[in-house]
């Protein structure tokens, strides 16, 4: 069964637009998501498997809506609910 988000070969998705100098981040949130998920990955919260997996279960009609790094927030919100306070870590 695929995902939503298996859209290789499909067609009504047209083609992939790449603006020319692009930034990596259009906005301060983005950054700051892609740095904790870097860290949550280095510290063994969770896999990138699991967090692209957590990214590929999203509804079809919110993984659709989202933006790139909205469903890496959501992938990350998801993962560290899933985990609860048990894998937490840290000195509290």
């Known amino acids: ?13 047209g083609p992939v637009v790449v603006e020319e100098d692009e930034p990596v981040f259009h906005a301060d949130w983005e950054a700051r ?15 990138l498997d699991e967090f692209r997996d ?23 919100e998801v993962l560290t609910a899933e985990r609860g306070d048990a894998e937490r870590g840290g000195d509290e």
Do not use: C, K
């Open 54 to 76: 957590a990214i590929e279960r999203m509804p079809p009609q919110a993984y659709l809506a989202a933006s790139y790094y909205e469903r890496w927030l959501h992938a990350i």
């Open 33 to 47: 998501v892609y740095a904790l998920n870097i860290a949550l990955v280095r510290r063994g919260v969770y896999t």
């Open 1 to 13: 069964m695929s995902r939503v988000n298996d859209v290789g070969g499909q067609t009504g998705f």
